[in-house]
């Protein structure tokens, strides 16, 4: 069974900084691309970043490019997120996916991002 369970979302100020962390269980790793997508108040999903660990893909959105860092840690399985320079328009719940995909180039075109976990909230003020 898929197990995704995000951790490090909070309150943070406009231009600074969160780490989100994603732990996975249940599935091979390096099977799976695995991702973030956000959904913030009254917005739909938008898929952040990928990254498909055994091929090196990478994606980011547009928005978010240049301020996020996704990265990986394989001993734990774990999926980080580093948030810099945060906004408000960041502000949304941010959820961890693993989806059985071989390349990230089209994560953020997604609609549907396989499995998930509960998801973190990201607060950023002005």
């Known amino acids: 069974e898929v197990r995704l369970v995000e951790s490090g979302g909070g309150l943070a ?3 600074g900084s969160l780490t989100l962390s994603c732990a996975a269980s ?3 790793f390096d099977e799976y691309a695995i ?3 956000r959904q913030g108040p009254g917005k739909a999903r938008e898929g952040v970043s990928c990254i498909r660990n055994n091929t090196g893909s990478t994606y980011y959105a547009s928005s978010v490019k240049g301020r996020f860092t996704i990265s990986v840690d ?3 399985n774990t999926v980080f997120l580093q948030m810099n320079s945060l906004k408000p328009e960041d502000t949304a719940t941010y959820y961890c996916s693993a989806i059985a995909i071989w390349t990230c180039d089209n994560y953020g075109a997604l609609t549907e991002f396989g499995a998930w976990g509960q998801g973190t909230q990201v607060t950023v003020s002005s």
């Open 26 to 28: 249940g599935f091979t």
């Open 13 to 15: 100020q406009a231009g």
């Open 74 to 76: 394989n001993a734990k």
């Open 35 to 37: 991702g973030w997508f």
